[in-house]
């Protein structure tokens, strides 16, 4: 799968779930982490649960492998890293407090619209 192709399946994962403001960032050349940082925020722990468990669901039902999968638990901040494309599960408050946008604020930003179709 190619990384334009994860990127579209990870944005329309987590659209599923009602993901509130999804921002994808074009992180190439900027980052050696990943290519594209995806990152969207639900308004409670369950929210931010269940976006995160779709996005696994998703991505396992194609083989992919998640690399690293953290702060599930504590649905604050879930960090799922599929390789090229790394998606930031946010509670609302803590997207707030952290403003990874502003972090990475040299990253292009991708249309979500043109992505979701």
Known sequence: MSENQLLTLAINAVDDKRAENIVALDM?????????????????????QAIAFELK?????????????????QARWVLLDLGDVVIHVFHKDDRLYYNLEKLWGDAPTIEIEKVLG
């Open 28 to 48: 190439r050349g900027i980052s050696p982490i990943a290519d594209y940082f995806v990152v969207c925020h639900g308004n409670s722990e369950k929210q931010v």
């Open 57 to 73: 669901k998703v991505v396992q039902e194609r083989g992919i492998e998640i690399q690293r999968l953290e702060g599930y638990d």
